[in-house]
């Protein structure tokens, strides 16, 4: 007697799951409104970038903070600047993993027996 096969799921609807895995976690935080969040022209050919590194290496500090995946990462961020009231554009994807591996995000260890406090300013994150 063999055993039956197990059925296989294929994802069809490939947007709704990715904005699915886009909106697990939900946090506050505090963003500084006048952080550079866009890029600032490169005056080199090509395309421009649209983020700033600043706003890449925030999106990657929550990332590695909270231990997700970069979908999981955008909603995050993206849910962080809707509870402000911030209409910035967050990097998709794609763009956060492209840059990650340009880009040398730092964060310092502190152990701690309480909460982790995060503070982002326009100078940059602190933690």
Not at 72 to 94: C, H, K, Y
Not at 97 to 123: C, E, F, M, W
Request: glycine fraction near 8%; include cysteine.
């Amino acid at each position: 007697m063999s055993r039956p096969t197990p059925p296989t799921y294929t994802t069809r609807n490939w947007p709704a799951y990715n904005e699915a895995l886009k909106r697990r976690g939900s946090l506050t935080i505090w963003f500084d409104p006048e952080m550079i969040w866009d890029a600032a022209p490169t005056g080199k050919r090509g395309r421009q970038p649209t983020y700033s590194d600043t706003a890449i290496q925030t999106c990657l500090t929550m990332k590695v903070l909270f231990g997700m995946a970069l979908r999981q990462t955008t909603g995050f961020v993206e849910s962080l600047l809707r509870l402000i009231g911030l209409n910035w554009a967050v990097p998709d994807f794609s763009t956060l993993s492209r840059r990650q591996k340009t880009l040398a995000v730092n964060i310092p260890y502190r152990g701690s027996n309480g909460p982790v406090h995060l503070l982002i300013d326009s100078t940059g994150i602190k933690v």
